[in-house]
């Protein structure tokens, strides 16, 4: 978990400037000594903001990600068996740019993304209504 943080914020080039703030659930990896203590490393770089948890058996405090992994699990852990791991990996590797820049979301007003942030570039900003 910590390289994959470390690896994620050099390869977007986070820094101070972008004010980012870490929010997870409270889950063992994210409450452990070794995470806690690399979270204060890279919070003294002026890399990350801060670290905020969820209140406990709150779930819908991290909607977004959970209904991914919803997605996910029920597009394809749910729908396939696998031989190996790297024929798992392989797999969800590839869903995730399928995710990420082809399938359509409801969200996006039934675009991909791509194509969504493609009218965003060319000026077109689209106020969806939220439902109170």
């Known amino acids: 978990m910590v390289f994959t943080l470390k690896d994620a914020l050099?390869?977007?080039?986070?820094?101070?400037?972008h004010g980012l703030v870490l929010r997870s659930d409270n889950g063992t990896q994210m409450t452990s000594k070794i995470f806690d203590d690399a979270i204060e490393?890279?919070?003294?770089?002026?890399?990350?903001?801060?670290?905020?948890?969820i209140p406990p058996s709150t779930p819908n405090k991290n909607a977004h990600i959970e209904s991914f992994f919803s997605i996910v699990e029920t597009e394809i852990f749910q729908a396939k068996y696998f031989s190996s791991f790297r024929e798992a990996y392989e797999t969800t590797a590839a869903f995730i740019d399928?995710?990420?820049?082809?399938?359509?979301?409801?969200?996006?007003?039934?675009?991909?993304?791509?194509?969504?942030?493609?009218?965003?570039?060319?000026?077109?900003?689209?106020?969806?209504?939220?439902r109170v």
């Open 10 to 17: 050099a390869r977007e080039n986070i820094n101070s400037s």
């Open 98 to 130: 399928f995710y990420n820049q082809r399938r359509i979301h409801g969200s996006l007003r039934y675009q991909a993304p791509i194509q969504a942030l493609n009218r965003f570039n060319m000026g077109f900003r689209e106020i969806k209504n939220v």
């Open 41 to 53: 490393s890279i919070k003294k770089l002026s890399i990350l903001a801060g670290h905020e948890f």
